[in-house]
């Protein structure tokens, strides 16, 4: 073997003012085949303290993947989304949108400024459990994703 790979959980970003589907989420996740860790943040603010590790999140792990919401408090999903895609710190978390618009003008926005996929999430509690497991086995089984700064 060439290489040799610590394992750790891979960290998740959900961005979401929504607990029923933080819980959806969460459970979704749960029965999965990836060790995980799931932080959850409810506004756009809190968002960009987090991975800035701004207080009260000091102590916060950089994530390997953003689920981001679009319509948030404070700060929306897509100022979130173009604040990490300028930060060159920032920028190559993959950022995957889980939203309930179906709107086009959001469709492209979002992928104008850099999001890696767009998910719609669906009203259903199997279809969404489906969804999430879909982005849990692409995202964190299949893709590489990129390495900590300074790993």
């Not at 060439?2 to 961005?15: D, K, N, S």
């Not at 990836?34 to 000091?58: C, M, S, T």
Request: proline share 8%; with cysteine.
């Amino acid at each position: 073997m060439t290489g040799q790979r610590t394992f750790r959980p891979i960290e998740i970003l959900m961005v979401e003012d929504n607990p029923g589907d933080v819980r959806l989420t969460r459970e979704a996740l749960k029965g999965g085949k990836v060790w995980n860790e799931i932080h959850v943040v409810a506004d756009g603010v809190a968002a960009l303290d987090f991975l800035r590790q701004k207080a009260p999140y000091e102590a916060a792990p950089r994530p390997d993947l953003v689920l981001l919401d679009l319509n948030l408090p404070k700060k929306d999903g897509r100022e979130v989304l173009a604040s990490m895609k300028a930060d060159p710190l920032l920028k190559a978390i993959p950022v995957v949108i889980l939203t309930t618009s179906q709107a086009e003008e959001d469709v492209v926005r979002a992928y104008n400024l850099n999001c890696n996929c767009y998910v719609t999430k669906p009203v259903d509690f199997e279809q969404f459990t489906r969804i999430v497991q879909a982005i849990e086995q692409f995202w964190l089984t299949i893709v590489t994703l990129p390495p900590h700064p300074g790993s």
